[in-house]
């Protein structure tokens, strides 16, 4: 696939020049938000305030799950959200949040796998205070694993939720399926411990945005595990779309390798979401 391909289910969207006027790679964002979050300052949680950073930026797409949804309601922040791909098709694509404490949470997630712009499951344990690896998480692998979608799971290192070590348990349990590392452990403590993860662990696949990750982290991890197991997130609303971006426009990375960060590696996973 090349720079400019949109891909399955994508908007091209814009692709303005680089900082010499060079030719900018297309850029998906693999992990994003809509809404707010309680005690955290989001001056915009908008779709439409998305999009508009989005186009400021060249990001043609972006993957969010609704804050809600990871947050007090699943349900209504799920609902929320279908509203928004439905409005926005192309430029936003949706993680469906799982609440493994929702006994009704498998049959709404395999119904929400269905609609069209879902491409995946977003799994939060330390919200829900229960770690990964628990049981209660395996019908979200499995109704991801049955409609060839991804996950994308927050990380911490550390933490007795979502630790890399709650990863590597999990991961080979259901290999098909690919799992995003969510911030890939978060702290710099972590990076190490989440590179040799992903290299024991086919399906793991790390993810860049966090208010500690710098270009040289980036670097750093893209010598330890490749650019083809690394992509690039935001976490905007959340945190500021520009900072995330902007440390892998300007990291010291072969241009191949910044592509492969900016769109090549969630390509190829979107491309393995059937219709």
Same mark, same amino acid.
């Given at each position: 696939?090349?720079?400019?391909?949109?891909?399955?289910?994508?908007?091209?969207?814009?692709?303005?020049?680089?900082?010499?006027?060079?030719?900018?790679?297309?850029?998906?964002?693999?992990?994003?938000?809509?809404?707010?979050?309680?005690?955290?300052?989001?001056?915009?949680?908008?779709?439409?305030?998305?999009?508009?950073?989005?186009?400021?930026?060249?990001?043609?797409?972006?993957?969010?799950?609704h804050l809600l949804a990871v947050g007090p309601d699943a349900r209504a922040g799920n609902a929320l959200l279908l509203?928004?791909?439905?409005?926005?098709?192309? @430029?936003?694509?949706?993680?469906?949040?799982?609440?493994?404490?929702?006994?009704?949470?498998?049959?709404?997630? @395999?119904?929400?796998?269905?609609?069209?712009?879902?491409?995946?499951?977003?799994?939060?344990?330390?919200?829900?205070?229960?770690?990964?690896?628990?049981?209660?998480?395996?019908?979200?692998?499995?109704?991801?694993?049955?409609?060839?979608?991804?996950?994308?799971?927050?990380?911490?290192?550390?933490?007795?939720?979502?630790?890399?070590?709650?990863?590597?348990?999990?991961?080979?349990?259901?290999?098909?399926?690919?799992?995003?590392?969510?911030?890939?452990?978060?702290?710099?403590?972590?990076?190490?411990?989440?590179?040799?993860?992903?290299?024991?662990?086919?399906?793991?696949?790390?993810?860049?945005?966090?208010?500690?990750?710098?270009?040289?982290?980036?670097?750093?991890?893209?010598?330890?595990?490749?650019?083809?197991?690394?992509a690039f997130g935001s976490d905007a609303v959340f945190l500021d779309l520009r900072t995330g971006l902007g440390r892998?426009?300007?990291?010291?990375?072969?241009?191949?390798d910044r592509e492969q960060i900016l769109h090549g590696t969630m390509d190829a996973l979107l491309a393995r979401s059937?219709?």
């Amino acid at each position: 696939m090349t720079a400019g391909d949109a891909g399955p289910g994508h908007a091209a969207g814009p692709t303005p020049a680089g900082p010499a006027g060079g030719h900018r790679p297309r850029i998906v964002d693999a992990h994003g938000h809509l809404g707010r979050w309680h005690a955290f300052a989001i001056p915009d949680g908008s779709a439409a305030g998305l999009i508009a950073m989005m186009d400021r930026c060249g990001v043609a797409t972006a993957c969010v799950s609704h804050l809600l949804a990871v947050g007090p309601d699943a349900r209504a922040g799920n609902a929320l959200l279908l509203d928004e791909l439905a409005a926005h098709p192309g @430029r936003l694509l949706g993680y469906a949040v799982y609440n493994p404490h929702d006994p009704e949470a498998a049959p709404r997630l @395999r119904d929400l796998l269905e609609v069209p712009g879902v491409v995946g499951v977003k799994l939060h344990p330390e919200v829900h205070e229960l770690a990964l690896d628990h049981p209660a998480y395996t019908p979200a692998f499995e109704a991801a694993a049955d409609h060839g979608r991804v996950v994308l799971a927050h990380s911490r290192h550390g933490c007795p939720y979502s630790g890399v070590r709650h990863f590597t348990s999990v991961a080979p349990r259901h290999p098909e399926v690919p799992l995003l590392m969510g911030h890939s452990g978060l702290v710099p403590a972590g990076y190490a411990p989440a590179a040799e993860a992903a290299a024991r662990c086919p399906s793991l696949v790390l993810e860049t945005c966090g208010s500690r990750m710098t270009a040289r982290h980036l670097v750093r991890l893209v010598a330890e595990t490749g650019a083809h197991r690394i992509a690039f997130g935001s976490d905007a609303v959340f945190l500021d779309l520009r900072t995330g971006l902007g440390r892998v426009l300007l990291a010291d990375l072969d241009e191949p390798d910044r592509e492969q960060i900016l769109h090549g590696t969630m390509d190829a996973l979107l491309a393995r979401s059937r219709p």
